[in-house]
């Protein structure tokens, strides 16, 4: 297929390597990870992990890296052009990729709105604004008013919030607008570096703690460390333990929604991607087994205890982020830039997720519509930003969980089961083996054409069904939803199948138009 317009790349395989990771490195690995291992199971949420990791999350990154990478050569940086390339004969299959763009867009939407948390939060820990609060309850009522949930004397509505998330989209924006080069891959190289730096000096601080209530014996760190990691065996027999596990490897991974694709189009024929997807997930793992569940968690057990904290662990993944840390770290030394270090780590993760969760959809109108970067980038802000105001000014009525539930849980593990199948069945294993080792710095395991063939896809389907069979009803018919709330879910699955008509008729536009297109050359 002729190609008229030249693509971006990437400026270095470090380059690339750093974008994925700090697409993966996301506020999943440091609030959303803690809670999830706490909850269920503690060290024996980490088998189900594993086995999840090495059966779903590994396999995956390498099918979403290489197809990105084969359709990237015709010119195609999402889904709907990808999987069209790889199974030209089928006139439907672009369709199924609308999810690749529809997935991270309907994630953008609720992400950036929590990113703009840890902004606003860097930001009150440097200027001391809740450095006089001293219990959860003050604490909490803090976000609560931060949050628009209530009006008090910390906040009387959602101004300090609405500008927060107004500079926090601008940034993501200005990201973007320079590009995968001179924008995506420029922010990750020195934001990485220096989110590992944060990191080691809290957990550094963390680890030498001590005890610092006497009259408190058994609250230690090496305890702190007991309550994540001391196993509850019995809990492997939940079906929920394991999806649980499942869906934390892939928002962790940032794998099975479209945005590895993208990234990964933006490749070489003949750049490596078996060692550079194996590169970015141990780093994304290293950051979150080792890094996320060694700060928080330990650090609120010295001071709370187990009691407290198994509560705020089971109450709300932002409890622990921003309530319980910065109560620890108010008590401490120097802490205002142990709470910058802290709110500045999340929003580092944020921000190099985030920007990876807007580019489908720019790539998308750039790719398939042939417009220009600048232009494809001001058509996402104007749109992302109508889109953005559900989330911030409906978070009580539970929009947040819900827009989480599709983009963040469900669509993610529909479209990996799409892919896979099409990557080992459609495209063909051999060819599929073929293409993963072109340009390759090391070998893929041999066990692996056998687990990507049948375990990925089978484990994907058995999670599918599962989930269909225990959940699909009480979702359908919002058995957990608050009856005041009901309506507000109701619009916003209405707007988001709104958003996925409106992105199939965008591909059958663009189709449309290539044919016409390639008719008239003819
Ligand atoms: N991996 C990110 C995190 O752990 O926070 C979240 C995420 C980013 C999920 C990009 C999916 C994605 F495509």
């Excluded at 809740?130 to 009006?151: I, N, V």
């Excluded at 849980?409 to 896979?420: D, G, K, P, Q, S």
């Excluded at 599929?432 to 390759?440: K, L, N, P, S, V």
Aim: aromatic fraction near 18%; proline fraction near 3%.
């Amino acid at each position: 297929m002729a190609q008229v317009r030249k693509r971006d790349s990437w400026g270095s395989r470090l380059g690339i390597i750093m974008a994925v990771a700090g697409s993966a490195i996301g506020l999943g690995n440091f609030l959303r990870f803690p809670a999830k291992a706490a909850t269920n199971g503690g060290g024996a949420f980490m088998i189900p992990y594993f086995v999840s990791l090495f059966l779903l999350g590994i396999p995956l990154m390498w099918i979403e890296w290489t197809l990105g990478r084969y359709g990237g050569g015709f010119g195609h940086g999402t889904a709907p052009g990808i999987f069209h390339s790889v199974w030209q004969k089928n006139r439907f299959i672009k369709y199924f990729g609308i999810i690749g763009i529809f997935g991270p867009l309907v994630i953008f939407i609720y992400y950036t709105y929590i990113e703009c948390w840890t902004l606003a939060y860097s930001f009150f820990a440097l200027t001391g604004k809740y450095s006089h609060l001293a219990d959860q309850a003050a604490m909490k009522s803090f976000l609560s008013g931060f949050q628009g949930l209530e009006y008090n004397q910390y906040f009387s509505g959602l101004k300090a919030a609405y500008v927060f998330f107004l500079i926090t989209f601008v940034i993501n924006i200005t990201v973007i607008y320079y590009g995968i080069k001179g924008g995506i891959e420029r922010l990750c190289k020195w934001a990485m570096p220096l989110l590992f730096v944060f990191g080691f000096v809290l957990l550094l601080r963390v680890i030498t703690l001590g005890a610092p209530d006497a009259s408190r014996p058994g609250w230690n760190i090496a305890n702190g460390f007991g309550f994540l990691w001391n196993a509850d065996f019995s809990s492997l027999r939940s079906a929920k333990v394991w999806l649980e596990a499942a869906g934390q490897i892939f928002f962790t991974l940032s794998v099975g929604i479209g945005v590895i694709l993208t990234y990964a189009s933006y490749l070489s024929k003949g750049d490596d991607v078996v060692l550079s997807g194996l590169t970015a997930a141990s780093t994304n793992e290293f950051a979150e087994v080792i890094l996320g569940s060694s700060i928080v968690i330990p650090a609120a057990f010295v001071f709370f205890g187990a009691s407290d904290m198994r509560s705020i662990a089971g109450s709300g993944v932002f409890n622990l982020g921003f309530v319980t840390m910065p109560l620890v770290l108010n008590k401490l030394p120097w802490s205002a830039i142990m709470g910058f270090m802290w709110f500045g780590l999340l929003f580092l993760a944020g921000i190099t997720s985030s920007v990876s969760l807007a580019q489908p959809a720019v790539a998308f109108l750039e790719d398939e519509f042939d417009i220009s970067r600048k232009k494809a980038v001001a058509i996402f802000a104007a749109i992302a930003f109508v889109l953005c105001q559900a989330p911030i000014f409906f978070l009580k009525n539970g929009v947040v969980d819900e827009l989480d539930f599709w983009g963040g849980t469900f669509f993610l593990v529909l479209f990996a089961t799409i892919e896979t199948i099409l990557f080992a069945w459609v495209f063909g294993m051999e060819k599929a083996w073929d293409e993963i080792h072109r340009g390759a710095d090391m070998a893929v395991p041999k066990i692996y054409k056998f687990i990507i063939k049948y375990i990925t896809p089978l484990f994907l389907l058995f999670i599918l069904g599962m989930w269909l069979w225990q959940e699909w009803l009480p979702i359908i018919f919002m058995k957990n939803i608050a009856n005041g709330d009901k309506i507000y879910i109701l619009a916003t699955r209405l707007g988001l199948l709104g958003i996925f008509a409106v992105l199939a008729i965008l591909v059958k536009i663009a189709w449309r138009r290539k044919r016409l297109l390639e008719e008239k050359v003819r």
